[in-house]
């Protein structure tokens, strides 16, 4: 009986032993820190280089009585507006550290969000012009997806309605004007009238 309760002592003890043995961490030496605060490193910069946790940078940055320069840490950002007064590295919400263009009416936006706004708008556009179009094929008409929907010149010789038409605010005038001078059709048709299989 008394040997079982020794023996589970002793378990007991070597458990401790190994959880002791991997549980501290080497502290952050000062001249390590001092080094990559001289280098003008932000705290998460830091945290990066020595595989710690920003709360624990700060932790030994409070301990030492360094400071990071703010103002150093972003230098990236100071050095891409010289390199032209129209884009910039900046935080956008959505999308994070991205390239931002000037933009005189709206200031700096994040060029991947002006892009989805751009597609965005380009779909408006069109939605609105097949809309006008009479919303189906004009052969079949089908019309369950915008995608597979475009205009087709009567006129075989002028070139395809290109997807730049849809391009702005500004150019929906002009798509329209093109868009009148089209049939629209389903891609399954659109390629039967190009094969000379179908006419319209
Ligand atoms: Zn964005
Ligand atoms: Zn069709």
Known sequence: MSQGRLGASHHGTETLAEVDAVAPRVCVERATLSALVEEGLSIRQIAERLDRSPTSVRH???????KTDGRRGRRPVNEAERDGPQDARATCPHHGLTLHRWFDDRGYRCLRCR?????NRRREIKA???EEAGGCCAVCGYSRCLRALSFHHVD????AFGIA????????ARAREEARKCVLLCSNCHAEVEAGVTSV
């Open 165 to 172: 038409l849809y391009g702005s605010a500004r150019s929906l």
């Open 60 to 66: 030994w940055l409070r301990r030492y009585g360094l």
């Open 115 to 119: 892009s989805m706004y751009v597609a």
């Open 156 to 159: 075989p010789t002028t070139k």
């Open 128 to 130: 609105t012009l097949v």
